[in-house]
Each structure stands twice: as structure tokens, then as C-alpha cells.
């Protein structure tokens, strides 16, 4: 039964993330993945804490591809100019530093990934309430 409710709720969550993707703007696409990235670290975190090694790695790896296959992807270094190449620039290094983590067992390092992550995503909420979005989300974000 309880495998049955997990499946239940595991498909009606998808479901949402799928409709969420579909009609959102690029500003708030950039907003779901930083929420990703932070919820599979949050799950890492977890994870550590009751030794559970394989499904830490599954959560560190998933905010790995999230950071360079989605943040990272998204920049747009024609546009994005001097900005672009520092995001690009901080998120190989988040990437890196979270491998590190993975290898060490480091929750520091996965604190201070998380931290980053969190500031970043401040930004970026910041951004969608100003007048600046349109400029700068063309710049970041393909």
C-alpha cells in the first residue's frame, strides 16, 4: 500500500512540475531549476545524516546536472556579457565543489553549495519584481 501511495503521489508531482515547465517564462524556468537544484540538496543533506551513501549520491548528482545542464546551459554568453561568464565561471565551480562533496561525504561543502544556490535564487526572485527582468533575463537567459 504504501508503494502504491508513494507511485500515486511521485506521478501527481510530475504531472505539476510538467505544467509548470509548459507555461512558464524563461524567468520562472530559471526560478523552478534553482528550486530543484535546492530541493536535491536538501535531500542529500538528508540522506548523509541517516548514512543512506547511493541515494546522497543520487541527490548530489541530480543537482549537478540541474546546475550545468540547466543554470548553466540557460546563459547566454552573447548577451549575457561580463554577468554570463561569472555565473558560468560560479556554477562550474558549484558543480566541482559538490563532486568534492559526493567523494568526502562533506556536508560543509554541500551547506555552502546550498548557500549559494539560495543567494542566487534571492537574486533572481529579485529581479522578476523590478522593471529590470526583461533586460536581464535576455541576457542570462536563453
Request: no cysteine.
Amino acid at each position: 500500500m504504501y508503494t502504491a501511495m508513494n507511485s500515486a503521489i511521485s506521478a501527481y508531482q510530475r504531472v505539476g512540475v510538467e505544467t509548470g515547465i509548459e507555461s512558464a517564462d524563461p524567468h520562472k524556468l530559471i526560478l523552478m531549476l534553482f528550486e530543484g537544484a535546492q530541493e536535491a540538496l536538501a535531500k542529500a543533506k538528508m540522506h548523509m545524516h541517516h548514512n543512506e551513501i547511493a541515494e546522497k549520491g543520487q541527490m548530489i548528482s541530480k543537482a549537478i546536472m540541474i546546475i550545468d545542464h540547466g543554470l548553466k546551459a540557460s546563459l547566454d554568453m552573447n548577451a549575457g556579457g561580463d554577468l554570463a561568464v561569472k555565473l558560468q565561471a560560479l556554477y562550474d565551480y558549484m558543480a566541482y565543489r559538490l563532486l568534492v562533496a559526493n567523494i568526502q561525504n562533506n556536508l560543509e561543502i554541500v551547506n555552502e553549495v546550498s548557500k549559494l544556490l539560495s543567494e542566487l535564487h534571492g537574486a533572481w526572485k529579485e529581479i522578476g519584481q523590478t522593471g529590470e527582468t526583461q533586460t536581464t533575463i535576455k541576457a542570462v537567459a536563453v
